[in-house]
């Protein structure tokens, strides 16, 4: 059972999720984990589309200031599982795959492309 918190007599209310600093908190850590993804997601997409006739190089830069960052921050408060960091490799390889030009279908191993770029 979990005791009540109590600051200068007013009893402090029990929330299941809240905001802190930007970052979606919930008692199960699940809600804050997928606004993260889907806004991850948008950006890749924005990079992919505004980007596509750039250089690689260029459109690795705007991932690793912006998209990089958005993913990660408030990170260090979340309760990650397996499958968790699956969708995180998942969806960073999916923008990865799409810059280099490769598909699923290509059967290019995670590593190589990486290392490619």
């Not at 007599?9 to 699940?30: H, T």
């Not at 690689?56 to 979340?78: C, H, I, N, R």
């Not at 279908?105 to 492309?113: A, G, M, P």
């Amino acid at each position: 059972m979990r005791s009540k918190i109590e600051i200068d007599g007013s009893i402090l209310e029990k929330v299941k999720q809240f905001n802190y600093l930007g970052c979606e908190l919930s008692f199960d850590g699940e809600p804050g984990f997928d606004i993260k993804i889907n806004r991850y997601q948008i950006i890749c997409g924005s990079i992919r589309k505004y980007l596509k006739k750039t250089r690689t190089d260029t459109q690795m830069k705007f991932y690793k200031v912006v998209a990089g960052p958005s993913l990660l921050y408030g990170s260090e408060t979340w309760v990650t599982t397996k499958r968790d960091m699956t969708r995180l490799e998942a969806e960073e390889m999916s923008f990865l795959r799409s810059v280099t030009g490769y598909t699923k279908l290509d059967k290019i191993r995670s590593e190589i492309i990486r290392k490619e770029l």
